[in-house]
């Protein structure tokens, strides 16, 4: 029944576009249509056309609906016909809360605090003690809702060996309330920061934008264990003058906000430009919408020229609801929406992120693609899971990825000059994969076939070793960590 209903869809969608088209061809040079009609129509035929380009679905469902604004007749044929088609190609989000499947913040975790260098209990004490602390110091945060009204610094380095940690002893038991463009910014290596929550409050969504942003020296910096909700990009890492914060590490964190971001800064949780070595693992990370129609929101990217970053075993929902909702998003990207020049590592973006991997990961209800591949050589792209999303695309000339194993809904393709190799990659629909995937139920119900175990991928999203012949996608066993 849902693939005869879905045949019917396309074909009433095609129907529509023939129909303009035949419009077009016996009007379009008569004074009988209307001149901003005879444009649309023009816009349709290059949708149309583009077709050939191997778009998806979603893609030219967003484009029709942007080109149709303004133009209320054909909006009153068009819309009825494209919200019909729309739930076929991004099936509505369960309305029950999703589960987490193991990743994030852990709200149980504790850190042993007796031997603490500064116990502050006030926003001001917080920022005395970011500036006299030195190596191996620590600053435990007392329980209680502190309100960030100026950007807090640390003065001095960690080292390797003595690193500086700023944490709550009881992950949970500190709210740090936002209401400034930045809570944090760190130019000093060797910094750790844990257990903390830290929200954004800001009623203009223009400030509110980072909760860390680490820059230049800040190499070596660690955030764990941290939920950090409503801002536009919760972590923003890039480099200051000739110095770049590289050998970062985000790991079981939650990201997430509450609702679309009212802003035209980028909206990305995890915005890593030029850094190099990165790891970002095991986080939860969520709902990261914008409000503009036009724009593109990712979960996490990195971009700018930096090299060797990997995204692994992270759990990634575009939206936690009304995935048609205006607005694009993109689960995990190795380049991004491209970055300028001068913001790049090498000033010339020669390629947007070099050798980055993306394993083990599980990326969920996006309106674009799951994965995307821009601008970026010599990706590995192997064992994710995509759920609902548009699948994984590999597009511009200098871009070039290795796919394997990879179990998806969607289309794989390389456009634009990009190149990709794939190897024992499965496209099933995951209704036929798992108990209840849109809810991320992931308990088997038909495994699919054993694929040979990979060298570089020991173990799956759950650490769990890989057999010799192990499954595609993220699972090895099925269900939550």
Not at 6 to 33: N, P
Not at 282 to 305: E, L, Q, W
Request: hydrophobic share 40%.
């Amino acid at each position: 029944m849902i693939k005869s209903l879905r045949r019917f869809a396309v074909v009433l969608f095609a129907s529509l576009l023939l129909l303009l088209v035949l419009i077009f061809s016996v009007f379009s040079f008569t004074d009988w249509v209307p001149g901003d009609i005879q444009r649309y129509i023009k816009d349709v035929l290059m949708l149309r056309a583009s077709l050939t380009l191997d778009r998806t679905p979603g893609e030219l469902i967003r484009h029709a609906r942007q080109r149709l604004a303004g133009h209320p007749k054909l909006e009153f044929i068009a819309i009825p016909v494209l919200d019909f088609v729309q739930p076929f190609y991004e099936r509505p989000v369960p309305n029950n809360l999703l589960p987490v499947l193991g990743k994030g913040w852990n709200s149980q975790a504790r850190i042993e605090s007796s031997s603490a260098d500064f116990r502050v209990a006030s926003v001001a004490e917080l920022q005395n003690a970011m500036r006299q602390a030195v190596a191996g110091q620590r600053i435990e945060i007392l329980p209680g809702t502190y309100r960030i009204n100026a950007i807090l610094g640390g003065s001095n380095p960690g080292l390797a060996e003595k690193p500086i940690l700023v944490f709550a002893s009881q992950a949970g038991s500190v709210l740090i309330e936002v209401v400034v463009s930045e809570a944090f910014q760190l130019n000093q290596p060797h910094w750790h920061f844990e257990n903390l929550h830290i929200r954004g409050s800001c009623d203009n969504h223009d400030y509110c934008e980072h909760a860390f942003h680490i820059t230049g020296k800040a190499r070596n910096f660690i955030l764990r264990n941290n939920l950090i909700e409503d801002f536009a990009a919760h972590i923003k890492v890039n480099g200051y003058r000739e110095d770049w914060p590289d050998d970062g590490l985000i790991e079981l964190n939650t990201l997430r906000n509450s609702g679309p971001r009212h802003t035209q800064r980028p909206v990305t949780p995890i915005d890593i430009v030029g850094a190099s070595r990165w790891r970002v693992q095991d986080n939860y990370v969520a709902n990261f919408a914008k409000s503009d129609p036009r724009a593109t929101s990712f979960g996490i990217f990195m971009k700018g020229a930096g090299f060797g970053g990997r995204i692994e075993r992270n759990l990634v929902v575009c939206s936690a609801s009304e995935i048609s909702a205006p607005g694009t998003r993109v689960g995990v990207s190795f380049g991004g929406g491209e970055s300028g020049q001068q913001y790049c590592r090498d000033k010339q973006c020669v390629t947007e992120h070099d050798g980055g991997r993306a394993i083990n990961n599980i990326v969920a209800h996006c309106n674009d693609v799951g994965i995307d591949i821009n601008r970026s050589a010599n990706s590995f792209v192997a064992h994710n899971t995509l759920i609902n999303t548009g699948g994984i695309d590999v597009r511009g000339e200098k871009s070039s990825a290795m796919l394997f194993g990879n179990l998806y809904e969607g289309v794989v393709r390389a456009r634009k000059g990009g190149s990709l190799r794939e190897e024992f990659s499965e496209r099933r629909s995951m209704s036929e994969v798992f108990q209840n995937p849109d809810a991320l139920d992931l308990s088997w119900k038909k495994r699919p076939d054993r694929i040979p175990r990979h060298k570089h991928v020991a173990d799956d999203f759950c650490r769990k070793p890989r057999a010799e012949g192990t499954q595609p996608g993220a699972l090895e066993e099925g269900s939550a960590c």
